[in-house]
């Protein structure tokens, strides 16, 4: 099974400053194809289900404000949310879908 | 406005068996890959397993092959999971998802307890 592992488990940010999130995969998850990487950040608040923040490591989903950002390739992946805001506490996973099982990252607690 | 609903979930014996369910709307069921993903209380989130669009391919975690069962049927847009020989670590709340580019879609998670 691939293991994704995430850093750090939790971090704390400022208002109006940077987080960033990184999220390792303990093989590639490119798909040589199309040359994508099958990786994508989910944020979850407390009693939701998951909501779809980026895919293909960097492609952000439809309406999800352009704070977000994911970068990286091959098993080295980063979630960067600039201008933090109130509404960004939650916790961050990653997920690859490149492989069965489509494992995820331990999830990092995000707080102001 | 695409939705999904789960159902099926609750208080069920160790050793016992429960089906969840997941009706879909809003968009082309019988087109996209469909999923299951848990979490236990308080803690992160599992994929269990996930079936292709005609049902002819079907993947599962280790933790719950020869236990788990996830099928579907298109023509009532319902995904299913059957769960047999259920464990106490079972215990979580069951997220159906539609996978496209990501899980782009999720219902609200159905609560299965198993506890004696």
């Known amino acids: 099974d691939i293991v994704m592992t995430q850093s750090p488990d939790s971090l704390a940010v400022s208002l109006g400053e940077r987080a960033t999130i990184n999220c390792k995969s303990s093989?590639?998850?490119?798909?040589?194809?199309?040359?994508?990487?099958?990786l994508a950040w989910y944020q979850q608040k407390p009693g939701q289900p998951p909501k779809l923040l980026i895919y293909?490591?960097?492609t952000r989903e439809s309406g999800v404000p352009d704070r977000f950002s994911g970068s990286g390739s091959g098993t080295d992946f980063t979630l960067t949310i600039s201008n933090l805001q109130a509404e960004d506490v939650a916790v961050y996973y990653c997920q690859q879908q490149h492989r069965v099982p489509n494992t995820f990252g331990q999830g990092t607690k995000l707080e102001i | 406005e695409v939705q999904l609903v789960e159902s099926g979930g609750g208080l069920v014996q160790p050793g016992g068996s429960l089906r969840l369910s997941c009706v879909g709307s809003g968009f082309s069921f019988n087109q996209d890959w469909l999923s299951w993903v848990r979490q236990a209380p308080g803690k992160g989130l599992e994929w269990v397993a996930n079936?292709?669009?005609?049902?002819?391919?079907?993947y599962y975690v280790d933790s719950v092959k020869g236990r788990f069962t996830i099928s579907r049927d298109n023509a009532k847009n319902s995904l299913y999971l059957q769960m047999n020989s259920l464990r106490a670590e079972d215990t979580a709340i069951y997220y159906c998802a539609r996978d496209h580019h990501g899980s782009d879609y999720w219902g609200q998670g159905s609560l299965v307890t198993v506890s004696s």
């Open positions: 079936i292709n669009q005609d049902g002819s391919g079907k």
């Open positions: 293909w490591a960097y």
């Open positions: 093989q590639s998850i490119l798909y040589s194809s199309e040359n994508k990487n099958e």
